[in-house]
Structure formats: C-alpha cells, structure tokens
C-alpha cells in the first residue's frame, strides 16, 4: 500500500467527496486522481497540510503506513471546527476570504508605496525652487 492509497483511506474515513477533501487541504479538483495515474508520491507539504486539517489521522501511518491510521487524541477531543463538518460552500467562502484579505493587504503595501512615491517627489519639487 502506497501513500496514496493510505490518504485514500483517509478520504474514504473521513465520508467527505473526492473534492471537498481536496480543496480541504488546498489542492486543486483532481489532485489526487493525477498522483494516482503518475504512480507519485505526495510531497512533505500535502502530508503535512492532512496532518494539520485532520489531526486525528496519523502522519507517520500516511507516510510509512507503520501503526494505526487513527492517533489517539492528546487533549481527549480533536479541533471542533473540523473540516468534514462544513459544507463545500462554507469551505470555498473560507478559501475565498483567506485570498480577499491577502489581496487587500499586497493592495495596501502598494498604495502605500506610491504614495511614500508621491511625498518624496513632492518634496523634491519643493527643495528644487
């Protein structure tokens, strides 16, 4: 058994579609269909971002496949805004959102700087007459 195949157990656990889990971990609509018909591994990052969003799955048994696909909880509870308990449409706007607010603040760093642009050939213009 592959990592892949150990991830699609993961997916199949977790009853969420093929999609909805994709876009959970950030990866594009048929993600793991193309790792599939490469017959390639994931990298560190996708394990890492499963590991991160479904904490109760176990990392070294996606990767390696030694112990049990389910790590027994540290805290006795995992995270409770899990994942698989949104829907698709709360799980998009949220991905929507995260990229609005980075666009925003790149907006802003711009701004900013035209304006530091505009102030300084301002002052220029001044000390020049």
Same mark, same amino acid.
């Given at each position: ?35 599939? /018909?490469?017959? #390639?591994?994931? &990298?560190?990052?996708?394990? $890492?971002? =499963?590991?991160?969003?479904?904490? +109760?799955?176990?990392? *070294? ?33 949220? /991905?929507?959102? #995260?990229?609005? &607010?980075?666009?925003?603040? $790149?907006? =802003?760093?711009?701004?900013?700087? +035209?304006?530091?642009? *505009? ?11």
């Amino acid at each position: 058994m592959t990592a892949v195949d150990r991830i699609l157990e993961v997916l199949k656990d977790t009853g969420l579609s093929t999609r909805k889990f994709e876009l959970s971990i950030d990866k594009t609509s048929g993600y793991l269909n193309s790792l599939i /018909k490469r017959n #390639s591994s994931p &990298s560190v990052d996708v394990v $890492s971002k =499963i590991i991160e969003v479904y904490p +109760e799955y176990s990392g *070294e048994w996606i990767v390696t496949g030694v112990g049990s696909m389910i790590r027994k909880p540290s805290s006795g509870k995992f995270h409770s805004d899990h994942p698989k308990d949104l829907s698709i449409d709360e799980i998009i706007n949220s /991905k929507i959102e #995260s990229k609005l &607010s980075d666009l925003k603040k $790149s907006l =802003i760093q711009v701004i900013l700087s +035209e304006i530091d642009q *505009e102030i300084s050939a301002a002052k220029n213009s001044v000390a020049d007459r």
